[in-house]
């Protein structure tokens, strides 16, 4: 640490402090803004997680935002830690946060607020808010005196404002470098979806339609092992890696990459009816009713965890990667919409599921819907996997200033 640095805790710095309010709304149209912890971002604030409600009811003068107040989740449902800086995007903009959020206002004479909430995304805070956090599963939460007696170093204002100018430019080069990465996978989605519909479209007079259930070799789920009880008694899941992997559906949202769950050998083998060995459809039983996925090959025994249905396809008759385009083209979207069960919780049955329609083509069209789709496919990864590494290197530098702000090396940054 250079010697002109300063370290102090955050509570003997020139700050004030408070919490949001957590007012009863009853679908008013008001004219305050009130924040919840899940629209607070690094990027700022979300507006459309925001609500409006009527504040001079509540006599709250003093829980008034400022332009450059910062904003810290110390409490929520998967949001503790998360931070922002306040910038109205109109400067009549009157808003309140929740309680959930505290809000840290320097008056700038020796840390500048920007600067405190950069210093908040390094590692080194994000370890403290982790050792403080309170909670192991729901609501987690961080007392106010943890975060004040956080340390913080700093230098004098003129080399924060340095500091805070080069962090912006790379926080705005990771933002635009994010956008590009999600208007390509984005546009990459509308053509690879529009093909599949025009395949569709131009294939239908060569089509016969059969009911799904009559192209199936197999349609089970969790349950089909047991009743709950069973199931409680002999099924045990667990965060460590064991014999097997329950596969569920945020698993494939998050390309199997964290957060897994396993299964232990006796598990696995009670559950003969849900085993996974690649190939097959995965569709949602409820909540995002319908939606489907692909069962990638891989060399670990694998088996379905609860609300979701397995399918398997004679491979003779339908290819199951044809299967699982059709159902992801817009003709095979509407055949499952239709078969939804529930206004609020949507919920499809295995009966409605054998009720899909399905244009079955000769193999010799099948397989070229799906070398035309795959190509596509490998041609967006590789366009996605460019901006990725861009992301990457932006990332590994801004973390790397980030460090430079614990060891005071600011100027070797540069």
Known sequence: MKSNWNIKKLKDINIIFFKGISPKIKGENGDTVLIPSGAVFPTGVNYEKTKLFYAKRLNINDKYLKPGDILFNCGGVGTLGRSGVFEPPTSNLNAIPDSFVLIIRSDETEVLNKYIYYYFQTEFIQNKIKENTRGATGITSIKVDAILNFPISYPQISIQMEIIQKLDKIQNDLIL???????????????????????????????????????????????????????????????KVDYAWMVRSTDFENNFENDLRYINQSSYEFLKKSRLFGNEIIMS?????????????????????????LLRTDENTIRSKYLYYYLL??????????????????????????????????????NKLIDK????????????????????TISDLRNSIFNYFLLGKYSDAL
């Open 177 to 239: 470098a994010k956008n590009n990465y999600s208007k390509s996978f984005t546009d990459s989605k509308i053509f690879l979806q529009s093909y599949i519909d025009k395949f569709f479209l131009l294939n239908q007079k060569v089509s016969r339609e059969t009911d799904l259930g009559k192209l199936l070799t197999d349609l089970s789920d969790y349950h089909a092992n047991g009743s709950y009880k069973t199931l409680k008694d002999h099924v045990s899941l667990s965060k």
């Open 285 to 309: 039983k409820i909540g995002n009713a319908g939606k489907v996925y692909y069962m990638p090959k891989t060399d670990k025994p694998c088996s379905l965890a609860m609300n979701l249905f």
């Open 329 to 366: 083209s817009s003709q095979g979207d509407t055949q499952i919409r239709t078969r939804l069960k529930g206004a609020t919780t949507q919920t499809i049955t295995k009966e409605n599921v054998r009720n899909i329609k399905v244009p079955v083509l000769p193999l010799t069209l099948q």
């Open 373 to 392: 789709f795959e190509a596509f496919q490998n041609v967006s990864i590789e366009v996605g996997s460019i901006y990725q590494k861009q992301i990457n």
